[in-house]
Protein backbone atom coordinates (compact mmCIF):
# COMPACT_ATOMS: atom_id res chain seq x y z
CA UNK A 1 0.00 0.00 0.00
CA UNK A 2 1.27 3.55 -0.61
CA UNK A 3 -0.08 6.92 -0.63
CA UNK A 4 0.76 9.87 -2.61
CA UNK A 5 -0.14 13.48 -1.59
CA UNK A 6 -0.05 16.45 -3.59
CA UNK A 7 -1.35 19.73 -3.54
CA UNK A 8 1.09 21.65 -0.50
CA UNK A 9 2.38 25.45 -1.80
CA UNK A 10 2.39 28.46 -1.11
CA UNK A 11 -0.04 30.79 0.00
CA UNK A 12 -1.04 33.74 1.46
CA UNK A 13 -2.58 34.22 4.89
CA UNK A 14 -6.48 34.23 4.46
CA UNK A 15 -6.05 32.34 1.10
CA UNK A 16 -7.10 28.36 0.69
CA UNK A 17 -5.98 25.20 -0.76
CA UNK A 18 -6.73 21.81 -1.69
CA UNK A 19 -4.40 18.91 0.08
CA UNK A 20 -5.08 15.11 -2.31
CA UNK A 21 -3.99 12.05 -1.05
CA UNK A 22 -4.16 8.77 -3.49
CA UNK A 23 -4.50 5.71 -2.10
CA UNK A 24 -2.40 2.61 -4.30
CA UNK A 25 -2.29 -0.90 -3.55
CA UNK A 26 -5.87 -1.78 -2.16
CA UNK A 27 -9.25 -1.58 -2.60
CA UNK A 28 -11.04 -1.95 0.88
CA UNK A 29 -11.54 1.27 2.46
CA UNK A 30 -9.91 2.36 6.25
CA UNK A 31 -9.85 5.26 8.24
CA UNK A 32 -7.29 8.08 6.78
CA UNK A 33 -6.06 11.15 8.41
CA UNK A 34 -4.22 14.04 7.35
CA UNK A 35 -1.56 14.96 9.98
CA UNK A 36 1.05 18.09 10.11
CA UNK A 37 4.62 18.59 10.84
CA UNK A 38 5.42 22.02 12.14
CA UNK A 39 8.88 23.06 11.95
CA UNK A 40 10.65 22.01 14.99
CA UNK A 41 7.75 20.25 16.03
CA UNK A 42 6.30 16.93 16.79
CA UNK A 43 3.77 15.45 13.84
CA UNK A 44 0.19 16.45 14.94
CA UNK A 45 -3.20 15.63 14.13
CA UNK A 46 -5.38 17.75 11.83
CA UNK A 47 -7.87 15.75 10.89
CA UNK A 48 -9.23 12.09 10.39
CA UNK A 49 -12.07 10.49 8.77
CA UNK A 50 -13.60 6.84 9.71
CA UNK A 51 -13.43 4.25 7.23
CA UNK A 52 -17.24 4.59 5.84
CA UNK A 53 -16.87 8.63 6.22
CA UNK A 54 -19.76 8.78 8.72
CA UNK A 55 -17.11 10.15 11.14
CA UNK A 56 -14.97 12.82 11.09
CA UNK A 57 -12.51 14.56 14.08
CA UNK A 58 -10.69 17.86 13.37
CA UNK A 59 -8.08 19.51 15.91
CA UNK A 60 -8.97 22.22 17.77
CA UNK A 61 -6.86 24.60 15.62
CA UNK A 62 -8.46 24.35 11.98
CA UNK A 63 -11.88 23.15 13.12
CA UNK A 64 -14.38 25.64 10.92
CA UNK A 65 -11.76 26.21 8.77
CA UNK A 66 -10.61 22.51 7.42
CA UNK A 67 -12.40 20.24 5.84
CA UNK A 68 -11.48 16.44 5.45
CA UNK A 69 -13.77 13.96 2.71
CA UNK A 70 -13.07 10.83 1.05
CA UNK A 71 -13.93 9.54 -2.57
CA UNK A 72 -13.65 5.85 -1.99
CA UNK A 73 -13.92 5.01 -5.72
CA UNK A 74 -11.09 7.32 -6.69
CA UNK A 75 -9.29 5.88 -3.49
CA UNK A 76 -8.47 9.44 -2.46
CA UNK A 77 -8.69 11.41 0.60
CA UNK A 78 -9.18 15.51 0.42
CA UNK A 79 -8.08 18.13 2.96
CA UNK A 80 -9.78 21.61 1.91
CA UNK A 81 -8.40 24.49 3.95
CA UNK A 82 -9.68 27.57 3.88
CA UNK A 83 -8.58 31.03 6.32
CA UNK A 84 -5.11 29.72 6.50
CA UNK A 85 -3.32 31.11 8.42
CA UNK A 86 0.75 31.47 9.01
CA UNK A 87 0.59 28.78 12.54
CA UNK A 88 -0.62 26.35 9.32
CA UNK A 89 2.67 26.24 8.10
CA UNK A 90 3.99 22.59 7.79
CA UNK A 91 4.66 19.44 6.49
CA UNK A 92 1.63 17.44 5.81
CA UNK A 93 0.80 14.01 5.66
CA UNK A 94 -1.70 11.86 5.37
CA UNK A 95 -1.80 8.25 6.39
CA UNK A 96 -3.96 5.07 6.92
CA UNK A 97 -4.90 2.19 9.05
CA UNK A 98 -4.38 -1.47 8.44
CA UNK A 99 -7.57 -2.69 10.72
CA UNK A 100 -11.17 -1.40 10.57
CA UNK A 101 -11.68 -1.10 14.83
CA UNK A 102 -10.02 0.79 17.09
CA UNK A 103 -9.37 4.40 17.45
CA UNK A 104 -8.45 6.58 14.38
CA UNK A 105 -7.38 10.08 15.51
CA UNK A 106 -3.12 10.12 16.51
CA UNK A 107 0.02 9.75 14.71
CA UNK A 108 -0.17 6.49 16.67
CA UNK A 109 -3.10 5.05 15.41
CA UNK A 110 -2.28 5.39 11.57
CA UNK A 111 0.24 2.82 10.41
CA UNK A 112 0.93 3.55 6.42
CA UNK A 113 2.24 7.00 5.90
CA UNK A 114 2.57 9.31 2.55
CA UNK A 115 5.74 11.58 1.69
CA UNK A 116 4.51 15.00 3.29
CA UNK A 117 3.59 18.04 1.12
CA UNK A 118 4.57 21.67 2.13
CA UNK A 119 2.10 24.22 2.57
CA UNK A 120 3.70 27.49 3.47
CA UNK A 121 1.26 30.69 4.63
CA UNK A 122 3.49 33.93 4.51
CA UNK A 123 1.47 36.85 6.57
Known amino acids: VQLQASGGGLVQAGGSLRLSCVTS???????MGWFRQPPGKERESVAT????????FYADSVKGRFTISRDDAKNSVYLDMNNLKPEDTAVYYC??????????????????WGQGTLVTVSS
Open 95 to 112: ATRTVFSGNYYSPADFSI
Open 25 to 31: GRTSPYA
Open 49 to 56: ISWSGAGT
